[in-house]
């Protein structure tokens, strides 16, 4: 979707129109993650993948010390400044600002620049439609000022844009899928050391569709800042024990118990599946590389499991998904993301694809009174200049 020549085509009349001439187009991608949910920020595993609709924008430096902004789906236009008190009031002119500030204070440089940009992620999805448009903007501005920033502290940019100007205390999962993002592949991410792996992602006779609940929750953002501080109490307090744990990931299970009751009992809930949620990435990645699909896809269910009971952050629709995909003989099936709403992600067999989505389009509108929606997955390539 990303390359499509008609959301380039609109950016490009629109530029001529607003500043006159032509600027260099960039472009980033929203994404996916088979497994190995809420372990960023636990220092343990990821497995995503940047996929095929993403945030386009031209750019061109305009010789002032201002921004000029325009979001084409928000037909919105926004001036701001680089300093710390320019920030905008819209949020997703924060997000510009954000990475800019954020870029100079890691040394680069920063000058006024024009922009126009467009994108095709389906907002609230939890697809991270802010981590693309941070990362098509880390990436362009790294670019046109000659920073030679690498790709991690441009992925950190985006994580720090989140954590200082938007409120958000993300782990690094978006923004480094959104900027490492290759075709046809998915990555592994130790979010402690930052070792990655390239995994092929070609499931032959198996399709991996996402199912939107179209479901987005207020105060999302504060509730997963909730989360991790469970999480960083519950390794506060085994490190007294285990000095070596820095993170939920460095933890045994059993190290988790010796703790129980000097915790309070929903943190050692959380801390429970983070520790599940971290083996299962490795489980998934030894399962993929024998090409066992029916070890990936339970271990998807168990996710699933761990987000709704232990972590709490599924919801009534997204379990009514999971619950439908299992009687549907889905492979595998959880919450992605975040979670408090959004999408399930699905490895269904080729055969059994048009029976899962009949049922849903039939049983989810029936219960909820609304349409979810379908997007297969394409797994595509990350941040880059768009010749
Ligand atoms: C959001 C955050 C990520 C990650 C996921 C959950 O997408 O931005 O850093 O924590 O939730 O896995």
Request: with cysteine; net charge negative; glycine share 10%.
């Amino acid at each position: 979707m990303i390359n499509n020549m008609e959301m380039k085509t609109k950016i490009r009349e629109k530029f001529k129109t607003l500043f006159g001439g032509e600027g260099e187009v960039f472009a980033s991608a929203g994404r996916i993650n088979l497994i190995g949910e809420h372990t960023d920020y636990n220092g343990g595993y990821v497995f995503p993948g940047a996929i095929d609709c993403g945030i386009m924008a031209e750019v061109k430096v305009n010789g002032t010390q201002k921004v000029r902004a325009f979001s084409l789906d928000y037909d919105e236009y926004v001036e701001f400044g680089l300093n710390e008190e320019d920030k905008p009031q819209q949020q997703w002119a924060c997000y510009i600002f954000g990475v800019c500030r954020e870029t100079t204070k890691r040394g680069g440089k920063v000058e006024g620049f024009d922009c126009v940009f467009a994108g095709d992620v389906p907002l609230g999805a939890g697809l991270s439609s802010s981590a693309a448009l941070e990362s098509t903007f880390a990436f362009a501005i790294n670019y046109l000022f000659g920073n030679k920033i690498d790709k991690f502290d441009l992925a950190k940019i985006g994580q720090s844009t989140e954590h200082n100007y938007c409120g958000v205390k993300c782990g690094i999962m978006d923004q480094f899928a959104s900027i490492f993002g290759k075709k046809g592949n998915l990555i592994r991410l130790n979010c402690k050391t930052l070792e990655y792996k390239y995994f092929p992602f070609d499931p032959k006779g198996y399709k991996l569709v996402l199912v939107d609940s179209c479901v987005k929750h207020e105060l999302a953002s504060s509730a997963y800042n909730k989360r991790r501080e469970s999480c960083e109490n519950a390794a506060k307090a085994i490190s007294k024990n285990h000095p070596d744990v820095e993170f939920l990931s460095d933890a045994k299970r059993v190290w988790l118990d010796e703790v129980r009751d000097q915790i309070p009992e929903e943190d050692f809930l959380r801390a429970e599946y983070v520790i599940g949620e971290v083996q299962r990435v490795l489980d998934v990645c030894d399962a993929l590389e024998r090409g066992d699909y029916e070890t990936v896809g339970e271990m998807m269910y168990q996710t699933h499991f761990g987000m709704s009971k232990l972590y709490e952050v599924s919801c009534e629709e997204l379990d009514f998904l999971n619950k439908l995909a299992r009687k549907c003989d889905v492979t595998g099936s959880r919450v992605m993301g975040g979670g408090f709403g959004g999408c399930t992600i699905n490895l269904v067999k080729e055969e059994l694809y048009d029976g899962f989505i009949a049922a849903v389009k039939e049983l989810f509108p029936a219960k909820f009174g609304h349409d979810p929606k379908f997007y297969d997955v394409v797994i595509s390539d990350g941040a880059r200049k768009v010749e």
